[in-house]
């Protein structure tokens, strides 16, 4: 019989995921996003770069205080400052901290970016894994750019880093450029002319700048790689990272062709996804593999016949096995705390007694307005009332007047810094008109960037959302809202991503 291995999932969302447009996360979004990995049991949670900025330390070393049950790394460039400033955070999860260090090797990078000759990679490269070495014996090199590195080359370094200490040496494809034939191909060459390849394990991290990377994350574990770095959603830079629904799933559904398996309890991937747009307001693509909204959902009469009648003519996994219920309980006016608490807990939001309650005041006002409540609304009141971050700007009230003979005009009477401030300004159309009001109180004059409307379920009765996009204060920020009047949902997403780029530029203030 076929042994099957063990692959350890790295997850990188809160590290590579968050390098996407607009995906930035505060510390106790971090922190939520970390137990839900926690739940799903992930190997290893990327938590950030802790040099990056004083938020981002604060964040890892959160997490690393925090999260019990996964290993928690941090990003440091191959510098005794960032190994140093990365232990500090990562010191609080003991032997699970894990420093992950990295540098260049391709010729592009090191002739155009580092300008330094492979002698002074393989010098450099050696010093940080000693550096981090001397803390914790739980140490991550990577190659950036690895596959445009010359092999001989890359040999040596994967070589001389596992001599220097590292415990896990990882191969990036950084600019998505590789082809599945091709990546497997450098694995199974490391593996042939690295003499001490064993004492480490090897680790894929691939960028889907091609759409390949969950195929090139498989070809590479077929190859020999035993850990795989993704994000949820397959989030991250450009085009994204390996996403770990995709892989993961793949990986337990072609056993037969791949006998490997990963330590995931899959039935919490529905939830990760969803908490994760919910925290970014980054929605998944409704043909998204795994977690899109028709993953599982069968028009075509033919198709609808044939699951009725056998499940597996047309459908490869379960819907339950990523824990999306099939049978969603629709809660009501009439539908008690227990009922929603419940409901909430097994979508994946552990609320404290507190949010709760705010979150049940919440949903009682919604159902005095709307005969149904789905999960898709629930999403929406937990995202507006408890993953807030820090509101220096608030909606007190607004009032907006529009229609085919007077100028629009809106009332909007906010907070700002404490300061209660209100103004009356007409516009091109209603949400115009609101978005001006809100520049002229704030007095911040971002640019939008996009602007977006879409109604969280069906009927005339459902939540309008909004999600706007915006330059503001020298940050690109998304900002979400949610409310039956689609204009006063307009509003509290503009000001959502205010609130998010003055935070932003609160976080960042650099450590160097
Ligand atoms: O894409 C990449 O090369 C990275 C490394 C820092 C691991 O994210
Ligand atoms: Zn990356």
Known sequence: MTKI??????????????QSPGASMNIEEKLRIAHQLEKLNVDVIEAGF???SIGDFEAVKKVAQTIKGCEIAGLCRASDQDIDRGWEALKYAGERGRIHTFIATSDIHMKYKLKMNEDQIVETAIAAVKRAAGYTPNVEFSAEDAVRTRLPFLARVVEAVINAGASTV???????????SEFGGIIRYLKENVPNIDKAIISVHCHNDLGLAVANSLAAVQAGAEQV??????IG??????????????????QDVMPFQTNLVTEHIYAASRLLSTVTGISVQPNKAIVGANAFAHEAGIHQHGVLMEKTTYEIMTPESIGLNANK?????HSGRHAFKERLESLGYDLSKEDMNKAFVRFKALADRKKEIFDEDLDAIVADEIIRIPEKIKLLQMNVSSGSFAAPTATVELEVNGKVKKAAVMGDGPVDATFKAIKKLSRMSPKLINFSVGSITGGTDAQG???VRLEADGHEVLGQGAHSDIIVASAKAYINALNKALNASQRNQSFV
């Open 465 to 467: 959302e909004c999600t």
């Open 5 to 18: 291995k063990n692959i350890k999932i790295f997850d990188t969302t809160l590290r590579d995921g968050e």
């Open 229 to 234: 770095e993704c994000t949820i959603n397959g």
């Open 329 to 333: 309980l629709v809660l009501g006016k």
């Open 170 to 180: 990882n191969i990036p494809d950084t600019v998505g450029y590789s082809i599945p």
């Open 237 to 254: 830079e450009r085009a994204g990272n390996c996403s770990l629904e995709e892989v993961v799933m793949a990986l337990k559904t072609r």
């Open 50 to 52: 802790p040099i990056a």
